[in-house]
């Protein structure tokens, strides 16, 4: 359905009154969205059309144009609907059109809107609509509404006294106070504003222990629940555990649609006060409940996906150890270690099994076998799974290499979703003939080399750094982890000669297609030149090269600006920036020093600005580089490995796992991971956890509690920095039980600390 051009005029003109930007601004961008274009590349090569919008900016205005363009559409089927019935006024159609909000054109429409045989449907059958209409008009300020009704008796008609007519008339009123907009719209806000989220355990499960109690008996205001307590009390709804419902402020609700429907002196007031009463309790109290829990659950997954979104960008932009030859071990502690060894570019030199925990002198063995694949391979750097049996594994194997005078470096590698991998359609392509834990060993491997590159293969939701993933709407977090993971993987630069199909789908303008057809070329025609090379791929054409290109690479390429973000289309420019300065163009992409000496001003044109061409010697400055942080492995304490081994006040080196609205979880290298409450984040007021730590930084962290029974660990890096303290003033000291994902907090720990623990 396509749009008027005052419907597109009205969208550019709401965008740009939300987002405080510049006409020109808003139609360039929004022009692009609709040719194509990604969002990596307006961001990245269109800076001048957009006043060098960031993706952030671009990915909103994406969000806000769909909004409102189904907002358009909608609006066309409304009014057409409106129009056949012949209740179309000029007054409803300004309504119509000028409404922004999905919400209110539904309210505007609820009165049209074909629906089921109701009472107040009966009612006008019965012929008691007038009747209605009297009582509405509240003139009359003599008689008795009985009085009143009796012209309105028909036996015929069903309506045998005055007491059948005036109920019926009371209906037909009681309906168009519930659809109507006005009053929809106040009631909403009054419940919003003044309403609150209210659990109770359900009858089978009082006196039960589970991990919903705090919510057994507990209120929130609506508009202050947080994501994670929203969603944790529609999981124990769920799970037959809790009973939900919106507690409205009826008094003030009942209060303000008396005034706004009940005026004079009339004959009818006493009644029309009860048709209120009866209009917000059976109809619009539960339809704005029910829109009003909708609503709580979208803002509530909005954070969730927020929370997950963020983790994954810092998991997937992770530092690389980079073109190493590795060995990648996935332990196991009964079926045995399995061995995969591969180069600089990941692919597989050889696996095997050694079984150095099982004991009857097999041990010995597996050192002898570690040693000789090690060298045979000639690995130098060793990526360990944490999953069972790794803290030992990764011992096992720093005595071995230790034992032989070897320095290679041993890392622990984050499991989460390699099992996923292993079994899926990309590892099965990529290794046919191997079993699942072998090609779990070579991810592991690989993911000390790029995580990007190997994460990508994984469904994001498996990797395990989300909240209630799977409880938030599931379209739209593929979207949002679709859209961080393209994000990603633009931002870094993908190498056209070595990368997976499925690192390659995620470029700007490929997907899985293109993707695999890059990949058939490469493996029957040997390695692109050169980036023009793609044109030979079948089925790629200009728009995708112009999309596309500038994110791939090609080391040592026929073109050295092959290796760089700078895109081709602007390839005759660096070249003449080269014959201004009498050199070449492969000595000036060598030399950041002569990128250095460019005049930016010669080279402005209205084509190409100051943006594009600094951002062009940037990339002549460093072609190549990584943008990624420098490596660096964590250290865990060799006498810690098991829950057991952990002391209150110790001080760990750990690594951040997962970070959401509470606090952070930290794997300090004992196969559980501890929290880190967002109060002892830092020696400040956090607000938001994700502006202290990160997925995958290295953290210190002191030891507040252990539980082993509970298999809880509390942790603070605050304490760790400052030796101590209570919580930093003006910080929340209230510990909050949470439930689902994480199996709550370990209060003990955290009273410990020094919080007040409140159930609520």
Request: net charge neutral.
């Given at each position: 359905?396509?749009?008027?051009?005052?419907?597109?005029?009205?969208?550019?003109?709401?965008?740009?009154?939300?987002?405080?930007?510049?006409?020109?601004?808003?139609?360039?961008?929004?022009?692009?969205?609709?040719?194509?274009?990604?969002?990596?590349?307006?961001?990245?090569?269109?800076?001048?059309?957009?006043?060098?919008?960031?993706?952030?900016?671009?990915?909103?205005?994406?969000?806000?144009?769909?909004?409102?363009?189904?907002?358009?559409?909608?609006?066309?089927?409304?009014?057409?609907?409106?129009?056949?019935q012949g209740k179309l006024t000029p007054e409803l159609r300004a309504r119509v059109e000028t409404t922004r909000l999905k919400t209110e054109l539904e309210d505007l429409y609820l009165p049209f809107k074909p629906k089921r045989r109701t009472k107040a449907t009966v009612a006008r059958e019965r012929g008691l609509e007038p009747l209605a209409d009297l009582m509405v008009a509240q003139e009359l300020t003599d008689g008795t509404p009985e009085g009143a009704a009796l012209p309105f008796v028909d036996s015929?008609?069903?309506?045998?006294?005055?007491?059948?007519?005036?109920?019926?008339?009371?209906?037909?009123?009681?309906?168009?106070?519930?659809?109507?907009?006005?009053?929809?719209?106040?009631?909403?806000?009054?419940?919003?504003?003044?309403?609150?989220?209210?659990?109770?355990?359900?009858?089978?499960?009082?006196?039960?222990?589970?991990?919903?109690?705090?919510?057994?008996?507990?209120?929130?205001?609506?508009?202050?629940?947080?994501?994670?307590?929203m969603l944790a009390m529609r999981r124990g709804e769920k799970e037959e555990v809790l009973f939900l419902a919106v507690v409205a402020p009826v008094e003030e609700i009942l209060a303000g649609l008396k005034a706004k429907f009940v005026s004079g002196r009339s004959i009818f007031g006493q009644f029309l006060e009860g048709v209120v009463h009866d209009a917000y309790k059976r109809l619009m109290a539960p339809s704005i409940e029910v829109e009003l829990r909708l609503e709580a659950k979208h803002k509530a997954d909005d954070g969730a996906i927020k929370v997950f979104a963020d983790n994954l960008r810092n998991l997937l932009l992770a530092p690389p150890a980079g073109g190493k030859r590795v060995l990648g071990i996935d332990p196991g502690l009964r079926t045995g270690c399995k061995l995969a060894a591969v180069d600089e570019t990941g692919r597989l030199q050889g696996h095997g099994l050694i079984y150095p925990h099982t004991g009857g002198g097999k041990a010995e063995a597996a050192r002898k076998e570690l040693l000789r694949f090690a060298q045979a391979h000639d690995c130098t750097m060793v990526a360990v799974g944490n999953g069972t049996g790794g803290r030992e594994t990764e011992q096992f194997v720093r005595e071995v290499l230790s034992a032989a005078g070897l320095e290679t470096p041993v890392v622990m590698v984050s499991e989460a979703g390699a099992s996923v991998y292993s079994a899926s359609e990309i590892a099965r392509e990529e290794f046919p003939d191997l079993d699942l834990t072998v090609r779990g060993a070579i991810s592991i491997a690989r993911r000390l080399q790029d995580p990007l590159a190997e994460l990508v293969k994984i469904d994001p939701k498996s990797?395990?750094?989300?909240?209630?993933?799977?409880?938030?709407?599931?379209?739209?977090?593929?979207?949002?982890?679709?859209?961080?993971?393209?994000?990603?993987?633009?931002?870094?630069?993908?190498?056209?000669?070595?990368?997976?199909?499925?690192?390659?789908?995620?470029?700007?303008?490929?997907?899985?297609?293109?993707?695999?057809?890059?990949?058939?070329?490469?493996?029957?025609?040997?390695?692109?030149?050169?980036?023009?090379?793609?044109?030979?791929?079948?089925?790629?054409?200009?728009?995708?090269?112009?999309?596309?290109?500038?994110?791939?690479?090609?080391?040592?390429?026929?073109?050295?600006?092959?290796?760089?973000?700078?895109?081709?289309?602007?390839?005759?420019?660096?070249?003449?920036?080269?014959?201004?300065?009498?050199?070449?163009?492969?000595e000036l992409a060598a030399d950041a020093a002569l990128a250095g000496c460019i005049d930016l001003s010669r080279y402005v044109t209205?084509?190409?600005?100051?943006?594009?061409?600094?951002?062009?010697?940037?990339?002549?400055?460093?072609?190549?580089?990584?943008?990624?942080?420098?490596?660096?492995?964590?250290?865990?304490?060799?006498?810690?490995?098991?829950?057991?081994?952990?002391?209150?006040?110790m001080v760990l080196q750990g690594v951040v796992t997962n970070v959401t609205a509470f606090g952070a979880f930290v794997d300090v290298g004992v196969h559980q991971d501890g929290l880190v409450h967002v109060s002892h984040l830092a020696d400040r007021f956090v607000k938001d956890p994700h502006e202290a730590v990160s997925t995958g930084q290295l953290v210190k962290v002191k030891v507040l509690a252990v539980d082993p029974e509970r298999k809880r660990i509390s942790l603070s890096i605050r304490e760790a920095a400052a030796g101590g303290g209570r919580p930093p003033k003006g910080q929340r000291r209230d510990a909050e039980a949470q439930v689902g994902a994480t199996g709550g907090l370990d209060l003990k720990g955290l009273e410990k600390a020094g919080f007040r623990v409140r159930k609520k």
């Amino acid at each position: 359905m396509s749009l008027t051009d005052s419907q597109n005029s009205r969208i550019l003109g709401w965008i740009a009154e939300e987002s405080g930007l510049k006409p020109l601004q808003i139609q360039n961008t929004v022009a692009l969205l609709r040719e194509g274009a990604t969002v990596p590349f307006i961001a990245r090569y269109r800076k001048e059309r957009t006043g060098e919008l960031d993706e952030v900016a671009i990915r909103l205005m994406e969000e806000r144009l769909f909004y409102y363009t189904e907002l358009e559409e909608r609006k066309l089927t409304v009014l057409t609907s409106i129009e056949e019935q012949g209740k179309l006024t000029p007054e409803l159609r300004a309504r119509v059109e000028t409404t922004r909000l999905k919400t209110e054109l539904e309210d505007l429409y609820l009165p049209f809107k074909p629906k089921r045989r109701t009472k107040a449907t009966v009612a006008r059958e019965r012929g008691l609509e007038p009747l209605a209409d009297l009582m509405v008009a509240q003139e009359l300020t003599d008689g008795t509404p009985e009085g009143a009704a009796l012209p309105f008796v028909d036996s015929e008609r069903e309506v045998p006294d005055a007491a059948a007519a005036l109920a019926g008339a009371g209906h037909i009123l009681a309906e168009r106070i519930a659809e109507d907009a006005d009053l929809r719209a106040f009631v909403r806000r009054l419940t919003g504003e003044r309403g609150e989220m209210a659990s109770r355990v359900s009858a089978d499960k009082k006196g039960a222990v589970t991990k919903f109690e705090m919510y057994y008996d507990y209120r929130e205001p609506l508009r202050d629940i947080p994501s994670h307590r929203m969603l944790a009390m529609r999981r124990g709804e769920k799970e037959e555990v809790l009973f939900l419902a919106v507690v409205a402020p009826v008094e003030e609700i009942l209060a303000g649609l008396k005034a706004k429907f009940v005026s004079g002196r009339s004959i009818f007031g006493q009644f029309l006060e009860g048709v209120v009463h009866d209009a917000y309790k059976r109809l619009m109290a539960p339809s704005i409940e029910v829109e009003l829990r909708l609503e709580a659950k979208h803002k509530a997954d909005d954070g969730a996906i927020k929370v997950f979104a963020d983790n994954l960008r810092n998991l997937l932009l992770a530092p690389p150890a980079g073109g190493k030859r590795v060995l990648g071990i996935d332990p196991g502690l009964r079926t045995g270690c399995k061995l995969a060894a591969v180069d600089e570019t990941g692919r597989l030199q050889g696996h095997g099994l050694i079984y150095p925990h099982t004991g009857g002198g097999k041990a010995e063995a597996a050192r002898k076998e570690l040693l000789r694949f090690a060298q045979a391979h000639d690995c130098t750097m060793v990526a360990v799974g944490n999953g069972t049996g790794g803290r030992e594994t990764e011992q096992f194997v720093r005595e071995v290499l230790s034992a032989a005078g070897l320095e290679t470096p041993v890392v622990m590698v984050s499991e989460a979703g390699a099992s996923v991998y292993s079994a899926s359609e990309i590892a099965r392509e990529e290794f046919p003939d191997l079993d699942l834990t072998v090609r779990g060993a070579i991810s592991i491997a690989r993911r000390l080399q790029d995580p990007l590159a190997e994460l990508v293969k994984i469904d994001p939701k498996s990797i395990g750094v989300g909240q209630y993933q799977h409880d938030v709407n599931q379209s739209q977090l593929k979207k949002s982890l679709d859209g961080v993971v393209e994000s990603c993987v633009n931002f870094v630069g993908v190498d056209l000669n070595t990368a997976s199909w499925a690192l390659l789908s995620y470029v700007s303008g490929l997907g899985p297609a293109l993707a695999r057809a890059i990949v058939r070329h490469r493996d029957e025609n040997g390695p692109f030149p050169a980036r023009a090379a793609l044109m030979a791929v079948p089925r790629f054409g200009s728009k995708a090269f112009e999309q596309s290109a500038g994110f791939l690479r090609i080391r040592d390429g026929v073109n050295p600006l092959d290796n760089t973000a700078v895109h081709p289309e602007r390839y005759p420019l660096v070249e003449a920036m080269a014959a201004d300065l009498s050199v070449s163009l492969r000595e000036l992409a060598a030399d950041a020093a002569l990128a250095g000496c460019i005049d930016l001003s010669r080279y402005v044109t209205d084509a190409v600005g100051l943006p594009t061409l600094r951002d062009i010697i940037e990339e002549l400055q460093k072609p190549g580089r990584d943008p990624r942080r420098q490596f660096e492995a964590a250290a865990f304490r060799d006498d810690v490995r098991e829950l057991s081994d952990l002391r209150e006040g110790m001080v760990l080196q750990g690594v951040v796992t997962n970070v959401t609205a509470f606090g952070a979880f930290v794997d300090v290298g004992v196969h559980q991971d501890g929290l880190v409450h967002v109060s002892h984040l830092a020696d400040r007021f956090v607000k938001d956890p994700h502006e202290a730590v990160s997925t995958g930084q290295l953290v210190k962290v002191k030891v507040l509690a252990v539980d082993p029974e509970r298999k809880r660990i509390s942790l603070s890096i605050r304490e760790a920095a400052a030796g101590g303290g209570r919580p930093p003033k003006g910080q929340r000291r209230d510990a909050e039980a949470q439930v689902g994902a994480t199996g709550g907090l370990d209060l003990k720990g955290l009273e410990k600390a020094g919080f007040r623990v409140r159930k609520k």
